[in-house]
């Protein structure tokens, strides 16, 4: 897992078959489809693994109940197909949750169940429960905090529920123990061509400033938002094929819905639907859906994108939260496929796209976290036509993921390592200072940091606070408090100074205050 040994492997004379750009689901889902078919694999991306839009989800895997209402049915059976296949293979990640749809009006409460019965059917025997009508008692009763003035009851359905980051995370080990190799901090700079073809990339490492040649059968380009930077760097005149859509979400305290079951409200202003979950013992409320000109690696949520989320959620609460009462406040931008002129961006297709350029590029935009795997199967299967690579049958369908382990405690504040949670434990008893508390309240101890510089990839203060663990994103204040004992612990591991310490601090506290409100509202671009 050290990244010198890695980057050893970085030969000029191998040629790699598939060599994927971007660590977020669809690059991720495409490695591991790639190194499980044995072909030879290796994933590159600019910045941490799904440091960009895949750490900025709902948390949901789910077939789209919007997308029913749309009609879009081929897209919600696959959804719901690749919900119960992710349960199955992840399921120290993926969890069952209910969501109740409030009914403020005698129609809802059947229009409701009709339509979800349909979405349980879809799901066949990968169904996660059924959907059933609740009166008004039993949903007071499940969530004590909903606005029950003129409630006449609700919809039950079940989804799934996950932490995108840590699922990421698990999909980067999956590729390793396959005998693949991907690494963070590692950015395209150019590809290369043979006779108009593409034949590899030039790659330089974000720490050393080493630029590596690495030639390949095939290159994919899933680097969400940023796709058309690729492709204008593999043909300047390529048309662009994206248009950024932002969602925003913002995290409150549990006591403003003090509940295992969630709530959806079916319908916005906006005409989307706004999600209330109960995750990690804090509360995510979201999503906006607004078009963005400009992609950047971390975009930033506006006023009216935070009020309008506020408001809505207070409108079926009885304690309404305020800007005072956010913890954390992120955006992300979805890489969906360019509108028509004047269409809007909740119109545009979720499914996803996949694109080959003449030099034989292969670009993959759009989908979602849960169908990562079918994107995956499907790019491949695209590759290995292109680059004319042995034909090889995909496994993916019954791949457990690493960390794989059934029957976890959710109670538990590591079951989400799953398997390798028994490790760090480990880890904790041999070394007994690692078994205090960075943070208490967000039950983060010092054996993760250790565990994920050791294991997980973590190169950084951000990268454990933001990803590893999830304490930006569930209390930005907080992770700004403990983000000097980490700095500590990883300069303890690196055998770095008091400089990189500070260094690191003041680096992440700048980051982290963007998640606070009031924040500011310029967005950090990407680089070039």
Known sequence: MKREIILSKLHPNITWDVAIIGGGASGLGAAIESVTRDYKTIL???YDF?????SRSTKLVHGGVRYLAQGNISLVFEALRERGLLRKNAPHLVSNISFLIPSYSWWAIPFFTIGLTMYDLLAGKLSFGRSLPQSKSETVLKIPTINNQNLRGSVLYHDGQFDDSRLGINMVQTIFDNGGIALNYMKVIEPLKTDGKISGVIAKDGETGIEYKINTK?????TGVFVDK????????AKVIVQPSQGVHVVVDKEFLPSKHALMI???KDGRVLFAVPWYDKVILGTTDIPIENTSIEPMATAEEVDFILETAGRYLTKKPSRSDVKSVFAGLRPLAAAEEGGK???ISRGHKIYQSE????????GKWTTYRQMGEEVINKAVRIADLPKKKSVTINLHLHGYKENVDINDPLHFYGADEEKIKELTNNNAGLNEWVSEELKISKAQVVWAFRNEFARNVEDVLSRRTRALFLDAAESIRIAPKVAEILAKEYNYDKAWEENQVGEFTELAKRYLLPNPV????TSE
């Open 230 to 237: 690729i492709l204008q760097k593999d043909n300047p005149g």
């Open 345 to 347: 961006t909740k119109e």
């Open 266 to 268: 079916p319908k916005t």
């Open 50 to 54: 799904t440091r960009g839009t895949s």
């Open 522 to 525: 310029k967005p950090i671009e």
């Open 218 to 222: 095939s290159v994919i380009n899933a």
């Open 359 to 366: 030099s034989g590029l292969i670009t993959v935009i759009g």
């Open 44 to 46: 590159l991306e600019q």
